[in-house]
Every structure is written in structure tokens, then in C-alpha cells.
Nanobody, 126 residues
Framework: QEELVESGGGLVQPGGSLTLSCVAS????????MGWYRQTPGKERELVAL???????NYTDSVKGRFTISRDNDKNTVYLEMNNLKPEDTGVYYC????????????????????WGPGTQVTVSS
């Protein structure tokens, strides 16, 4: 069973737009954060945008003003609208989810889990 299902990647010309979607399984309980990371050739995986409960949205500087992350909590879905795409945006984009559960122990035990999508390719090229 796929825990995170991604869609929306593809090939686009510079200046174009794409919107990524990620649907998290209802089996994932206690979601606190949903977002997107990317990995480009020769670089480590980096945060693109992260939406965390009760916190401001976090964007990496290189996408500010161009990308918009949003969440539909009723649908367990996160979106990444990408506008004015540049060749340096090319890479594999990974949906990310962080969830937290509390165990009824003394003291209560916080159990955090990270979930990753399989990655969807975004290529910006002319």
C-alpha cells in the first residue's frame, strides 16, 4: 500500500508552471506537517516548502514568490503550485509527511514518524 501518492510532475519550459499533488493515506494518523523536498543532480535533498500545523509556511529562498504550498486537511492532501519555473528547479520532488502519536505511558511517549513519497520528476528545459 502506498502511503503517499504523488502526481503532477512532468516536463515544462522555463517560465512555465506545474502543480504537484500528494495524497497521504488515511492510515497515517496525527499528521503535523506536509511538504515537499527535492533532489537535483549533484546536490543533497533539500527542503522546498513545508506546511506545519500552527506554524508559518517554510519556503526555501530560491522558490519564494514563485511556489505556493497548500494543504487540504480534509483530503489529507498537500499541493505545490510552481510558477515561473527555472532550469535549476529540475529534480525529483518528494512528498514528505511527519506524524506524531502519543503513547499512554508514564511519562507519555512521543512517537514521530517520517513518510516519503516515491518522488516525481520535474524537468524544466527548453
Amino acid at each position: 500500500q502506498e502511503e503517499l501518492v504523488e502526481s503532477g510532475g512532468g516536463l515544462v519550459q522555463p517560465g512555465g508552471s506545474l502543480t504537484l499533488s500528494c495524497v497521504a493515506s488515511e492510515d497515517i494518523l496525527g499528521i503535523e506537517a506536509m511538504g515537499w523536498y527535492r533532489q537535483t543532480p549533484g546536490k543533497e535533498r533539500e527542503l522546498v516548502a513545508l506546511a506545519t500545523d500552527d506554524r508559518p509556511i517554510n519556503y526555501t529562498d530560491s522558490v519564494k514568490g514563485r511556489f505556493t504550498i497548500s494543504r487540504d486537511n480534509d483530503k489529507n492532501t498537500v499541493y505545490l503550485e510552481m510558477n515561473n519555473l527555472k532550469p535549476e528547479d529540475t529534480g525529483v520532488y518528494y512528498c514528505y509527511v511527519n506524524s506524531v502519536m502519543w503513547l499512554t505511558s508514564l511519562p507519555p511517549q512521543r512517537v514521530a514518524s517520517d513518510f516519503w513519497g516515491p518522488g516525481t520528476q520535474v524537468t524544466v528545459s527548453s
